[in-house]
């Protein structure tokens, strides 16, 4: 079982809507959580990035918040746009010097004129 | 600067061939690595490097090679191609283990 799980797998919304999308993982120890934004053929890109201390985060239209104790997180999506149409992934990266990250399978939303 | 620059974006393989991706960064990062994404999974990592001349072993390393002779070029080899190995593949560079990983625009293989 992948230790980041994404819901919904893909989303579809009107332009102007709002949306959330939901990241639970069981990653341990927790280093930090990163939401990454990937256009269809193109590289992840980093949102957002969220230490263990930090509740909530904004990134423009987007704000990511994180619950430590229940291992959840979720991208909240403002007056979406067109070109919010993408996949989001979520990140979770191991506590320790070490190169541990584990990737959500991503969101893929679609944002409809 | 560039960024992370990949090549090639598309490649069409026969099972048995080997070939290279190559990757490249010009914004002097240490840490280099190489993913694979498949449809309905999370990116896994391949093998990555702390450093010029350091290479380890990611997730899934079988039927891979890679090596690191200069800070900014780490290149991927597909020693003998195989159908499981059809997949999106992506290097990343970033500073230190901590900092902003930077993504390349991908190769698309398929092997046949």
């Known amino acids: 079982k992948n230790q980041v799980e994404q819901s919904p797998q893909s989303l579809i919304i009107l332009e102007g809507k709002n949306c959330t999308l939901q990241?639970?993982?069981?990653?341990?120890?927790?280093?930090?959580l990163r939401w990454y934004k990937q256009d269809t053929g193109r590289g992840p890109v980093s949102l957002t990035i969220m230490t263990f201390s930090e509740n909530t985060k904004s990134n423009g239209r987007y704000t990511a918040t994180l619950d430590a104790d229940t291992k959840q997180s979720s991208l909240h999506i403002t007056a979406s746009q067109l070109s919010d149409s993408a996949s989001y992934i979520c990140v979770v990266r191991r506590g320790g010097n070490n190169n541990d990250m584990r990737f959500g399978a991503g969101t893929r939303l679609t944002v409809k004129p | 600067n560039a960024g992370v620059t990949q090549t090639p974006k598309f490649q069409v393989l026969k099972t048995g061939q080997s070939m290279t991706l190559q990757c490249a960064q010009d914004m002097n990062h240490e840490y280099m690595s190489w993913y694979r994404q498949d449809p309905g999974m999370g990116l896994r990592l391949i093998h990555y490097?702390?450093?010029?001349?350091?290479?380890d072993q990611g997730e899934v390393p079988n039927g891979y090679n890679v090596s690191r002779s200069t800070t900014e070029d780490f290149p991927l080899r597909l020693l003998s191609a195989a159908p499981s190995q059809t997949s999106v593949y992506f290097c990343?560079?970033?500073?230190?283990?901590?900092?902003?990983?930077?993504f390349g625009p991908g190769t698309r293989l398929t092997v046949t």
């Open positions: 490097s702390v450093g010029a001349g350091i290479t």
């Open positions: 990241c639970n993982y069981t990653v341990s120890p927790f280093s930090n």
């Open positions: 990343a560079s970033r500073q230190t283990i901590r900092n902003e990983q930077y």
